[in-house]
């Protein structure tokens, strides 16, 4: 699974399983910390009366660059702000998480509202 978590590290923030034995928590958990490409690694206990079971997560992001994401998602749920300066503060952040990627828009009217466009 984290072979495989490779595969999809720039359309997934965390990655997480659930481990049935202790000994394989602590061999996962080397794994995961030794790749250098991997920048967050997190584990947790579940219990259920005397049964307990870890959470182990990871991710390719650091922590500023998760804030930057969440950031994204969360400023388009803001009816306060216009699109313009929706478009912009996307712009901008998704610019630091991904600074090799351009992007260029123009304003297009359209009978009912405003759209915005992004190219890329």
């Not at 590290?9 to 049935?20: A, E, H, R």
């Not at 998760?66 to 400023?75: Q, R, V």
Request: with cysteine; proline share 1%; glycine share 2%.
């Amino acid at each position: 699974m984290i072979e495989e978590s490779k595969l999809y590290k720039n359309s997934v923030i965390w990655f997480t399983t659930l481990v049935g034995k202790k000994i394989n928590l602590d061999k996962l958990y080397k794994v995961l910390k030794e790749d250098k490409n991997i920048k967050l690694v997190r584990r947790t206990t579940f219990y259920q009366g005397k049964l307990a079971r870890w959470g182990l997560a990871w991710s390719f992001y650091c922590s500023e660059e998760i804030k930057s994401i969440l950031e994204i998602n969360t400023f388009s749920n803001t009816s306060n702000i216009s699109s313009k300066d929706k478009l912009k503060t996307f712009t901008q952040s998704i610019s630091k998480v991904m600074p090799k990627i351009r992007f260029t828009h123009k304003k297009i009217k359209n009978a009912h509202m405003n759209t915005y466009i992004r190219e890329l």
